[in-house]
């Protein structure tokens, strides 16, 4: 869809970009302030919470002034939705990344390198080093880089990507631009690291305020999870989202919550792009109440009036659940973050965590597999995207898909390849007949000669590789249907003409390199080492969490990423418990002094030491139990009971 406004604005304020394309009045807290330094040309670190308004803050300032922001995010999911939502807006935005043809990437990348309207470009951090954006950079004015999951670039953070090391290379390419680092989640270790090797000109870090006062932490050790999920979505008026581990157990949950009359649908990675689409629709509507779901479900979306999250098991890291929990209460309601956990599920967690930790020779073992199974001749592969069927391999090999997420994170860290998530992958082809024999099929089958035709003029180069095609557009071109197309095809594929693989929705695998042998495969030990103690220590504190039993839960979480000084929130199950407790202590004080004074008169002095309360309580409750006329005080001063 082309952007509906194409005339190019005349430089505005970021208060009149706010107002003109988002419709607000005022920015949220810290926003402002960010603004403000990135109009100034400065480096800036942003940690914001979840829900905090992270892209308006390099969104505003690249429309409040001419030229083109390049944005580096991971989430081919986000990527999308931040294109289409802009482009809504009639802004000019692109997105490249492993799902798009070379011919498509080309075309977007000349729309950022010659049309002033282009706005913004998105990419993955896979693509920072390409030869073909390497060739246009210094065609585009490029005035801003924005790295999301900032995170990702730091060897301490959770979620380490090598990829994002690459980054840095565009402050070479783009001297003029400024830099922009936002991430939901980051110790003071790694806060340093990102603009250590993001390069920043001078350190500067905006803090968001990690402390959700209308979010209520809560963590439940319960043998019953089933019985007490539904006590809470029964007390708890409301839309909710439910993580659960693994694709079955979002069916199955699902399932069950409907036969207890609840509305529910179930997501994952799995389910088809529409069906997905669909169930995500229902929920935000309200015709779903609750989505039971994986970490596949939740990022980019916003619907700021859900009252309750769920998780049905312990994530990995304080990072993965700060996150995910608080996608809760964005619009500041009393909302709930509940954390069930059952008699063994740390011992699970654990073991699941050792085996996504396989020894290196079983890591090695993995790519040569991989490289087999996607049909890549040693020697071969480089620069190349691969349809994946993961659920597929680990069933033929009789892996373990954890340990081969592992295996792949691995990988990647050493720069062997990349396994992106699921995403829609388009139809390919490849002629496997030379030209004369072709022309000879087409004259012997008249009926499929148009539609060969057709093919061979829209697509180059299918007789030597295969390539992309758009069954829509060989429809629109041909005059089939689309469904008629995909059986003519397949009619080719059954006559040996063609060799075709139907668009499906799976996840990719990309090599930057050509697939070598396994003998000549080399991962440092040191980084495999420095990885597994990391996730060590994440999980240990995950631990702590769901058994600290002495802290505000959100405090707790504050002091793990930096803040000096958490104030308790006063609605987690710490602080009500410490709450209730306060309540009762008077009464249990009142109660001690009348068993003292059972056994005759004291001094007050006596009576407080005895009873072993603090001076405050001692007195307060003498007062009372005298203002209710239980006691009395005699002239001595002592007292004694009426």
Avoid at 216 to 223: N, Q, T
Avoid at 267 to 272: D, F, M, S
Avoid at 477 to 499: A, M, P
Avoid at 504 to 530: F, G, H, M, Q, V
Wanted: contains cysteine.
């Amino acid at each position: 869809m082309e952007p509906k406004n194409k005339a190019i604005p005349s430089p505005e304020t970021p208060q009149q970009v706010l107002k003109r394309y988002w419709g607000f009045d005022s920015f949220r807290p810290l926003q402002e302030e960010v603004i403000g330094e990135i109009m100034q040309g400065r480096d800036v670190l942003v940690l914001m919470p979840t829900g905090g308004g992270k892209s308006l803050i390099y969104q505003v300032p690249t429309l409040a002034r001419e030229g083109l922001t390049i944005v580096i995010t991971p989430l081919i999911a986000l990527m999308k939705d931040q294109v289409d939502r802009l482009r809504a807006k009639g802004i000019g935005a692109v997105a490249i990344h492993a799902g798009l043809s070379p011919r498509q990437i080309d075309i977007a990348l000349d729309n950022c390198a010659y049309d002033p309207h282009m706005r913004f470009l998105y990419m993955a951090p896979e693509r920072v080093p390409s030869e073909s954006l390497r060739l246009r950079l210094h065609k585009m004015n490029v005035r801003l880089i924005a790295v999301d999951e900032a995170h990702c670039i730091s060897q301490w953070g959770y979620d380490f990507r090598p990829a994002y090391r690459h980054i840095a290379e565009l402050r070479e390419r783009c001297p003029e631009a400024s830099m922009v680092a936002l991430t939901a989640s980051a110790t003071s270790t790694v806060a340093n690291d990102i603009m250590e090797n993001l390069r920043f000109d001078e350190k500067r870090i905006f803090r968001g305020d990690f402390s959700r006062p209308n979010l209520s932490y809560a963590v439940r050790h319960v043998e019953d999870k089933n019985g007490q999920l539904l006590r809470l979505i029964r007390n708890v008026e409301g839309s909710g989202t439910v993580y659960v581990r693994t694709r079955e157990a979002t069916e199955e949950i699902a399932e069950m919550l409907r036969g207890e009359g609840i509305t529910a649908a179930a997501y994952h990675g799995g389910l088809p792009h529409t069906e997905r689409a669909l169930r995500q629709e229902e929920w935000m509507s309200g015709k779903a109440r609750v989505m039971v779901a994986t970490n596949a479900f939740g990022m980019g979306i916003d619907k700021p009036d859900v009252r309750f999250v769920v998780h049905y098991t312990m994530c990995d890291s304080l990072e993965s659940y700060y996150q995910e929990a608080g996608r809760a209460g964005r619009d500041g309601k009393r909302s709930y973050a509940l954390l069930m956990v059952g008699p063994d599920d740390a011992e699970r967690v654990r073991k699941r965590f050792l085996a996504e930790f396989p020894p290196l020779d079983k890591v090695k073992e993995i790519y040569e597999k991989i490289g087999s199974y996607l049909q890549i001749p040693i020697g071969e592969g480089e620069l190349g995207s691969y349809s994946f069927n993961i659920h597929d391999f680990c069933a033929r090999e009789h892996l373990y898909h954890g340990m081969v997420r592992a295996a792949a994170d691995l990988l990647e860290q050493n720069g062997y390849l990349t396994l992106t998530d699921e995403m829609e992958n388009p139809a390919r082809i490849i002629f496997c007949v030379s030209r004369d024999d072709l022309y000879r099929i087409r004259c012997e089958r008249d009926e499929l000669d148009p539609f060969i035709r057709t093919i061979l003029r829209l697509y180059n180069g299918v007789f030597t590789e295969f390539r992309k095609i758009d069954e829509l557009e060989i429809a629109h071109w041909s005059g089939y249907t689309v469904e008629r197309v995909k059986e003519l095809l397949k009619r080719l594929w059954q006559l040996r003409i063609i060799r075709y693989v139907p668009s499906n929705r799976s996840p990719l695998i990309y090599y930057p390199t050509e697939r070598l042998p396994k003998a000549d495969l080399y991962i440092s030990p040191e980084t495999y080492k420095i990885r597994k103690e990391l996730a060590s220590e994440r999980f240990e504190q995950m631990l702590h969490y769901t058994n600290a039993s002495t802290e505000c839960r959100s405090a707790l979480m504050e002091r793990y990423f930096g803040v000096e000084e958490p104030r308790h929130c006063g609605v987690c199950d710490y602080c009500l418990e410490e709450k209730r407790a306060r309540k009762r202590a008077p009464k249990r004080v009142e109660e001690r002094i009348l068993e003292l004074l059972h056994e005759g008169p004291l001094t007050i002095r006596e009576t407080i030491q005895k009873s072993k309360c603090s001076p405050e309580q001692g007195s307060e409750a003498i007062d009372r139990l005298l203002d209710e006329r239980k006691i009395r005080q005699g002239d001595d001063g002592k007292i004694f009971l009426r």
